[in-house]
T-cell receptor, first 115, second 114 residues
Framework: GAGVSQSPSNKVTEKGKDVELRCDPI?????LYWYRQSLGQGLEFLIY????????KSGLPSDRFSAERTGGSVSTLTIQRTQQEDSAVYLC?????????????FGQGTRLTVV | AQSVTQLGSHVSVSEGALVLLRCNYS??????LFWYVQYPNQGLQLLLK??????LVKGINGFEAEFKKSETSFHLTKPSAHMSDAAEYFC????????????FGQGTTLQVKP
């Protein structure tokens, strides 16, 4: 596709339910990143994929959070037993290769609200 | 550990006035530095980046930033603000280790008054 696509754009869920957030990176981009944007916490790194492997998942807040990437393309971020503090905008980004100098292209995000 | 500090969570300027958004970083090695802009309900868009070479970097929409190693700063400027520049701006540094992982500042909301 032309850009990074995330779905859904908005998700309202009840506390305790599981949610899945999807990211379609730019075709051919090998690196994929998840970030979380919340009031008071700013933009926080969650996890990074190189191909289908996740060399750095240090930002995942708890074991309720997991992510996978298949076919070197689509990635899914899963949050189990959602809590109100999980409410945030989840942003996905991709880049052609992983590297400090490369540009990351961001999707529009998924706004998650846990009620 | 690397970090980014943006001075001023909110900046207000008049249309046509100079825009100056401040960013300071800490890094033990020469950093890669970025400015991103976020319009309401949208993702982040790269304005400009510094990797190596010329310390004055020009970006899109008339923005530029200067890398000053001695001051550990990477302030963003634009000579004349437009109403369309109203947005949130993030300064970021790329984490050491060359993974492309970004460490962001807290963001600065720019308001442009007519």
């Amino acid at each position: 596709g032309a850009g990074v696509s995330q779905s859904p754009s908005n998700k309202v869920t009840e506390k305790g339910k599981d949610v899945e957030l999807r990211c379609d990176p730019i075709s051919g981009h090998t690196a994929l990143y998840w970030y979380r944007q919340s009031l008071g916490q700013g933009l926080e790194f969650l996890i990074y994929f190189q191909g289908n492997s996740a060399p750095d998942k240090s930002g995942l807040p708890s074991d309720r959070f997991s992510a996978e990437r298949t076919g070197g393309s689509v990635s899914t971020l899963t949050i189990q037993r959602t809590q109100q503090e999980d409410s945030a905008v989840y942003l996905c980004a991709s880049s052609l290769v992983a590297g400090g100098h490369t540009e990351a292209f961001f999707g529009q995000g998924t706004r998650l609200t846990v009620v | 550990a690397q970090s980014v500090t943006q001075l001023g969570s909110h900046v207000s300027v008049s249309e046509g006035a100079l825009v100056l958004l401040r960013c300071n970083y800490s890094s033990s090695v020469p950093p890669y530095l970025f400015w991103y802009v976020q319009y309401p309900n949208q993702g982040l868009q790269l304005l400009l980046k510094y990797t190596t070479g010329a310390t004055l970097v020009k970006g899109i929409n008339g923005f530029e930033a200067e890398f000053k190693k001695s001051e550990t700063s990477f302030h963003l400027t634009k000579p004349s603000a437009h109403m369309s520049d109203a947005a949130e701006y993030f300064c970021a540094v790329s984490e050491i280790g060359n993974t492309g992982k970004l460490i962001f500042g807290q963001g600065t909301t720019l308001q442009v008054k007519p």
